[in-house]
């Protein structure tokens, strides 16, 4: 069942590029020599990065000898993934047998290699040594309390073994592992009543196990542990270069903590959800074998200790646990809380197991014996089907093309910056977390490339004026060079330092001082000739801990010869067996083969082909916008009504259209049919939980499409009633809009996708109004004016559109339907402004609200051009009475009304306004000013921008400019009739560049590049 899925090829799993990469350099360490090096030499452009040392290392190896077997190193990640999970079933079923009958057991395996936590760690995740330690945990489990029950060499040496390879798999599962030992060593010692006789007998074989096997993995984890230290993974936040989540993004909500994915997985889909779960299957039956240990069998103390594990970890999953995350070092060591997911998925499996085994227990006192084997097969074809579906949408993920078996200049591929120097993808390092505390900035991206592409040994020896390179002696792990200079002097070598380096010259040990800001080594040299070497060896403390971790397996050896490790023989609980034939099993393994089969070729809710001839399946609203032949808005998905101080989560999907070269981004708003937005607008957009971002310039396909999810907030107090969700697209460097073909709304930047509708719900929650002023001002006996916004910070100009958020209430129930004025009056009391509106708009009149339930207007409006300068009182004027809002500043600027001298005359007329002449004037640094005079014909409530383009006499563009008129500071929305502009250009043309010129100029909509008018002007004088 998990063939088809690795056949085809390497998952793209959010860490696989990091693991993949560090297996490629363990492998390359491994064929030049030094197979035990814990530096990556060509991690980081070359510059080497301290991954090995840092990670537990037994996943690494496995892979590193398939592949040393000949099988290329894509294949041996697959091959290495396939073994594990189906270890995870037979591990799942062992542990299972120490509690449960052969039927199951058989579930547990099943609900374990399934847990859709284990499959989206190999796939969509990665995490391929988070995938070995879940592995081995149900062996080491079933390990340990087959120690409690039967104390013998082969048990405890089983024992050793197993826990050592788990510390040896994962850096975290381990600390997991413990306080689950401990729980179940209670557990089974409350059954079998050995606490309160033998305790301390009962103790000491579990905890000698755990003694060996720390001392025998000593050699990894405490160097680890302390040079962690000097890394930026335990720097303080805001001081590091990596970008290593906060564990609080990774807490797991209770309602996605049982849940199947959002939408059926979809190879054409470029960024899936990121679904996080137990699995539905595991958890219906998890309960259920709850409902049957309580009222059952309650004497399954043992059982019970499963219980307490699940709930324990799906507690420290969920944010319910953040004080304890707060109050002990547990982002350190755990890092993410969803892993606790691998440990509540183990428990839910066994308790699936037992309601099986419940189920089969009742089948037996409802059915007759010829019935019983019918209905027992049924029971756990149906509980496997369960479970093993549960896993099934995870097993269809995005493919990615690695190198088969990269070498050195691969590796140093690997890590990409962008040309602002931004790493954008680390290669072998999830996000740059191990990197040197030294190492504040990043060096250059190409200082050592070129010698790689030359497939020679990169001479990371930095030689400066006065100094002359004799001999050098390159090696993997350092270099050897003859260097001859003339004087004192400090020598850098381009490499990271990182304890385990090293500097001798003339065979004397020098002192290595990372350099500023980059971190690399530099030593101080003599005049003359020097030999000079620089070595990465075993630290110290390595070489220590090395020796105690061979003293530990001397000694456990030492036992094992001597037969010390002695006890008496406690049997664990006799279970029943009610072993399902092999037929049996054969023929659900068959069934459960035949339905993959066919949901591999026809659409379901779990896999789907969504994409057909670009027209988006399955999806609530399609719409199929074009946005300037860029992106095809294919359709959303999200509910058609919503309650207004509720959240509610809506995704839309875009296609490419042609190849993306730049960065894009896109929006969703919710708005009227005035244009006025009633959703919150954060800085950053609110996502699901489940979305997954997408690169915003590269790995878009046209047969691709991408998922864009938004949780929307609507602004409180919004009027019930029928709203736009409006969509944008845009080019992020520049904050270019793309024009949908089809708008239809105020803004022509924005398309309206759909209609949601808004209702007031059952009942008002306790929420921040979102307003400036929160004094209620009674207007009438039955109406409350009890809140407002009025932005008083802000200079207001003439033309720009005014704001005012006014919040309302009434006490009883209204008649009629209400109107309203605006007013901004001057000094002297006379009104400037009169802008009538009606109280909750014209679709939610008064008549229409509900008693004690807030309603908001949003008004918006632009100041007429001739609004005079000063701070004028803002009022509404309600029912015959007035309430004062608070006053505004505006400020007219200075205007000409008599032409002025114009060197270059003409006369253009482009509608709004007629362009009376030009003007040139040549600057020192090799730019021109252009001056522009513009006698205003009309006044305009469109924000038109001016573009310029000049070419040259071959028809060249050669420079050009856009803008708002007079530098940005002149809208056209603020223009009076018969007033003059004088507007201003720079453009990059020197003063002999002007020869033979034209310039072509007019106003066009930014927010529809539709020009109003244009004109040329031709041969330019200078």
Known sequence: MF???????????????????????????????????????????????????????????????????????????????????????????????????????????????FAPYL???????????ELLGLMLLPWVLASFDALQTRRSLQTFTRSVLLFTLLVLSHNVIPFLA??????????????????????????????????????????????????????????????????????????IPLSEMVRMPDEPADSNLNNPPLTRTMGMGQAI?????????????????????????????????????????????????????????????????????????????????????????????????????????????????????????????????????????????????????????WTTALPPADQLFADYEADVPPQRLVIEDGMVLETWEPAIAGDVYQLQVEQPAVIT??????????????????????????????VEIESGLSEVEFRFLPTPLRITTGVISLIALAGLLFLLGRGAIKGREVEATPQTDQSLSFVALLGITICFLLIRMAINLIDTPIRADRLVDGQLQMVDQSTNIPFDQEFMHLGYSGPAVVQRDEPFEVVQY???????????????RVADDEGRVWSVEPELPSRPFTHTGFNSRIGWQTDQYLRDGYILSLIPGIPPGEYW??????????????????????????ARIGKIVVESGRRERTVDWQINQNSPVEVNSALSLIGWSVPESIVWKPGDRFSVDLLWRSDQSLSDDLQGQLLVLDGAGDVLVDYPFSLGGESYGTSLWQRNRPI????????????????????????????????????????????????????????????????????????????LTWRVEEETSTPYRVFVHVRNAAGEMIAQADGVPAEWTRPTTGWLAREYLVDRYRLSLTAGEWEGTTINLGFYNPSTGERLAEVTLEEVNR
Request: proline residues 7%.
């Open 3 to 113: 063939l088809p899925t690795f056949y085809w090829g390497l998952a793209c799993g959010h860490d696989t590029e990091a693991h993949f990469y560090r297996v490629a350099q363990l492998v390359l360490n491994i064929q030049n020599g030094h197979p035990f090096l814990m530096w990556s030499p060509d991690l980081l452009r070359g510059y080497g990065y301290p991954i090995l040392g840092q990670y537990a290392p037994l996943s690494y190896w496995l892979i590193a000898l398939l592949n040393l077997t000949g099988i290329h190193l894509s294949a041996s990640f697959r091959v290495f993934i396939f073994i594990t999970l189906f270890f995870c079933g037979w591990g799942g079923y062992h542990l299972g047998r120490r509690y449960l009958s052969t039927a199951g057991s058989f579930i547990v395996g099943l609900a374990y290699m």
């Open 119 to 129: 499959i989206y760690n190999s796939t969509e995740r990665g995490a391929f040594p």
């Open 178 to 251: 413990v306080p689950t030992i401990g729980i179940l060593w209670i557990a089974r010692g409350w059954e079998n009543g050995e606490l309160r006789n033998h305790t301390i007998n009962y103790i000491w074989p579990s905890l000698l196990v755990g003694v060996f096997a720390f001392v025998l993995t000593l050699f990894y984890w405490l160097p680890a542990i302390v040079e962690l230290q000097v890394t930026h993974s335990r720097g303080e936040a805001g001081q590091t270069l990596h970008s290593w989540s906060y564990y609080g993004e990774h807490f």
């Open 285 to 437: 039956l998890a309960v259920v074998g709850m409902a049957a240990l309580l009222w059952l069998d309650h004497r399954r103390k043992s059982l019970l200790g499963w219980v307490l594990i699940g709930t324990l970890a799906i507690f420290l999953a969920t944010s319910a646990s953040d004080f304890l995350w707060q109050a002990r070092p547990l982002p350190t060591f755990i890092q993410l809380p969803s892993r606790l997911l691998g440990l509540s998925s183990l428990a839910a499996a066994i308790l699936a197991g037992f309601a099986v085994d419940g189920l089969i227990k009742i089948n037996t006192a409802f059915f007759s014996s010829r019935w019983r084997p019918i209905a027992r097969w049924i029971i756990v074809f149906l509980c496997g089907l369960i479970v093993t579906v549960s896993g099934w949408p995870w097993l269809f993920p995005q493919y990615c093309s690695f190198p088969v078996n990269p070498d050195a200049l691969g590796i140093v591929q690997a890590t990409r910056w962008e040309e602002s120097g931004r790493v954008i993808s680390w290669g072998g390092a999830a996000s740059g977390e191990t990197l040197p505390v």
């Open 493 to 522: 070598y381009q490499a990271l330092y990182f304890p385990g380096w090293q500097a001798w010259i003339n065979g004397r040990s020098a002192t290595i001082n990372p350099s500023e800001p980059h971190g690399f080594m530099t």
């Open 654 to 668: 875009w296609r490419p259209l042609d190849s993306i070269g730049v960065p894009y981004g896109f929006g969703l």
């Open 725 to 750: 969700l409006e969509a944008e697209a845009f080019q992020r460097h520049v904050a270019f809009a793309l024009t949908p073909e089809f708008s239809q709304g105020v803004d022509p930047s924005k």
């Open 856 to 931: 908001r207007d949003r008004l918006r409006w632009p100041l007429p051009p001739d609004l005079p300068s000063g701070s004028h009182p803002v009022v509404v004027e309600v029912d015959g009475r007035r309430v004062d809002l608070g006053r505004i500043t505006a400020e007219a600027p200075d205007r000409l009304f008599e032409p002025p001298a114009v060197a270059q005359p003409a006369d253009e007329w482009l509608q709004i306004a007629t362009l009376l002449g030009y003007d040139l004037e040549f600057l020192d640094d090799g730019q021109s000013l252009l001056y």
